[in-house]
């Protein structure tokens, strides 16, 4: 024994439970000082905000090699607390700090361990739960039959270029493919042979552009896609295949070619642009009136909705979420979640499980949830009152970047961190994914194609065959892991059969029917047919361990290895 001090978040022996606990769950600290340190006693030290409090270690067993100290206690208050210990020894006390990848150390001013805390009433959808979920761009998926021309911007064919800009250099998302409803279902067969159990799609609601993300009428499905007939259809057909439906919430903001705004006067409402005595002049906050106004990321065509507009919460919660929920939405993916006020937050929540409580809410946030700060707050998201999960890009930047440096032992202690960090109920909720919508192809990314300099000559790249074959080879694996980790594996479109793209818009081509790379397609659906075929053996966290380059993960009789450095994969069940 080398250490002075040993403890190990991710080992029964030092922690009992392992991750987060909830308010009525007792804990169990354990901690090993090595002999010659000379303790005489310890304690663990809890910290949350500017408040600290401290549990005595009781001595447990002493040896010639060490001693050791224990303590168990419970917090019944949910949020987000900080742990370190204290040794005592004749000459003073020892501060027992967390090192690079969790393990213990004595210095001054270490880091802390993190223990999050949750309302024993929280609860997730276990429905939900080891599926796989299949992320659509609505209007770049499937056409089928005729589709109304936009109202603005140019129709394309399925195998046109995407993201031209116009005379100023700038790309409108005016081009539409005429992806639609009537795809998607046309498709169900082909998605079911990928294992998928929920799709998530685009926003859905009637807007002026091909993402939709400026939405222009909540109260009216998109008719390009099919209107809100066609989507009922859809609901029907996909919940006869066993599919459920989750929808993209888009509540930070409107359109401002909108009912609510009609910056462009194209809505007979009175829109907030239009005049002080809109119903909804409210729900926005204006500098100078009407022409500088708040606005997501300063892009005036999606003015913010405030975070105090208690109308437009009430609009949603009832008129939108309810709706929709007791329609058969199998739930609601957030767009932009860390906009949104913890009030909001709230009201989603209980608005979607009053009305089916097992409906999953799914946040968009980038970083980790559990310690998430906006506007000046610490997020309280998974303590029991707002998300069931939310899109996991920790775990997609940790496997592009251990696919890319092969440093296995970086990649299993930012998995075991995170887990560590979140209930597992909210855990196996989350989404882990690869890539989406506002990201690279996962493809591209693990190419190591550089990005050209200029929009243009992105748009136009394609990787060459060198590039396309080492990201297959390495999407192989990347795949495999996504399929093993926590949560619930999320499939952008196209990925399955090597679609490749820089950032948005390069990222939303039209899905190549006719044209897939039939050798990735298979393995995806091979990895669709294990989460079916185990699907209870992909709850919780699996047996994870570091073999070199290697990286090895057991669930049940399932293990899975991969080697980035070899690019090999092996599993066995």
Same mark, same amino acid.
């Given at each position: ?50 408040h600290f409090f401290s549990y005595t270690c009781i001595e447990t067993n ?20 900080? !742990? ?12 027992? /700090? ?5 393990? &213990? ?40 039959? %005729? ?10 064919? $399925? ?8 005379? +100023? ?18 498709? #169900? ?43 009922? @259809? #859809?609901?029907?057909?996909?919940? %006869? ?13 409107? /359109? ?12 007979? @409402? ?10 909804? @002049? @409210? ?12 606005? $997501? $990321? ?38 932009? =979640?860390?906009?949104?006020?913890? &009030? ?41 009152? +707002?998300?069931? /999960? ?5 775990? +997609? ?28 109920? *909210? ?21 190591? =194609? ?40 999320? #499939?952008? !479109? ?19 029917? /006719? ?5 990735? #397609? ?22 994870? $361990? ?10 049940? *009789? ?11 994969? %092996?599993?066995?069940?």
């Amino acid at each position: 024994m080398n250490a002075e001090v040993l403890y190990d978040f991710t080992d029964s022996y030092y922690k009992t439970p392992f991750g987060a606990v909830s308010t009525a769950q007792r804990v169990s600290l354990r901690i090993r000082v090595r002999a010659d340190v000379g303790a005489k006693g310890a304690a663990v030290f809890f910290r949350k905000h500017t408040h600290f409090f401290s549990y005595t270690c009781i001595e447990t067993n002493r040896t010639q090699t060490f001693t050791e100290y224990a303590c168990e206690f419970i917090l019944d208050r949910e949020g987000v607390y900080y !742990y370190r210990f204290e040794v005592y020894t004749d000459y003073g006390v020892r501060f027992c /700090g967390k090192g690079e990848n969790g393990q &213990a150390l004595f210095g001054d001013w270490l880091p802390e361990w993190q223990l999050s805390v949750y309302k024993d009433s929280f609860s997730t959808p276990d429905e939900f739960k080891g599926g796989v979920v299949y992320q659509i761009f609505c209007d770049r998926f499937c056409k089928k039959g %005729e589709s109304p021309l936009p109202r603005y911007g140019t129709v394309k064919k $399925w195998t046109d270029e995407v993201g031209e800009t116009d005379e +100023q250099g700038v790309y409108r998302a005016d081009d539409f493919f005429g992806g639609n409803f009537a795809g998607i279902e046309s498709k #169900l067969d082909y998605l079911c042979s990928l294992g998928v159990t929920h799709l998530y799609l685009s926003p859905i609601f009637e807007s002026n552009s091909n993402h939709r993300y400026d939405t222009a009428d909540y109260s009216h499905v998109e008719p390009m896609l099919g209107g809100e007939e066609g989507f009922l @259809s #859809l609901l029907r057909k996909a919940k %006869e295949k066993g599919i459920g439906i989750l929808l993209d919430g888009v509540f930070n903001h409107t /359109g401002s070619d909108s009912v609510y705004f009609n910056k462009e006067g194209h809505y007979p @409402s009175v829109g907030a642009y239009q005049s002080t005595t809109s119903p909804y @002049s @409210s729900w926005y906050t204006f500098y100078d009136f009407p022409d500088e106004y708040r606005c $997501w $990321w300063g892009i005036p065509c999606v003015p913010t909705v405030s975070r105090n507009a208690v109308g437009f919460q009430k609009e949603i919660e009832e008129n939108v979420l309810k709706k929709w929920t007791k329609a058969g939405v199998s739930g609601w993916r957030l767009d932009v =979640a860390d906009e949104l006020s913890d &009030a909001f937050l709230d009201g989603i929540r209980r608005a979607v499980k009053e009305t089916n409580e097992n409906a999953v809410v799914i946040g968009e946030v980038w970083e980790d949830a559990s310690t998430k700060e906006s506007y000046g707050e610490e997020r309280r998201y998974f303590q029991g009152e +707002q998300l069931d /999960g939310v899109m996991n890009y920790v775990f +997609q930047d940790a496997v592009i970047r251990y696919l890319l440096d092969g440093d296995a032992t970086a990649f299993c202690s930012s998995v075991w961190l995170l887990a560590e960090n979140y209930p597992a109920k *909210s855990l196996d909720c989350c989404l882990t994914l690869l890539d989406s919508h506002d990201t690279f192809r996962i493809l591209t990314a693990l190419s190591g =194609a550089v990005p050209p300099e200029t929009k243009e000559a992105r748009r136009r790249y394609r990787l060459s065959q060198e590039e396309y074959e080492r990201g297959k080879k390495r999407l192989f694996l990347a795949a495999c892991l996504q399929y093993f980790l926590p949560g619930v594996p999320s #499939l952008y !479109y196209g990925d399955e059969i090597g679609l490749e793209g820089f950032e948005d818009p390069f990222n939303r081509r039209p899905y190549p029917w /006719g044209q897939e790379d039939t050798e990735i #397609l298979t393995h995806y659906q091979k990895l669709g047919s294990l989460r079916k075929k185990y699907r209870s053996l992909f709850l919780g966290m699996p047996r994870l $361990w570091a073999n070199g380059t290697a990286v090895t993960m057991q669930r049940g *009789s399932l293990r899975l290895t991969v080697d980035p450095v070899s690019m090999r994969f %092996e599993i066995s069940e």
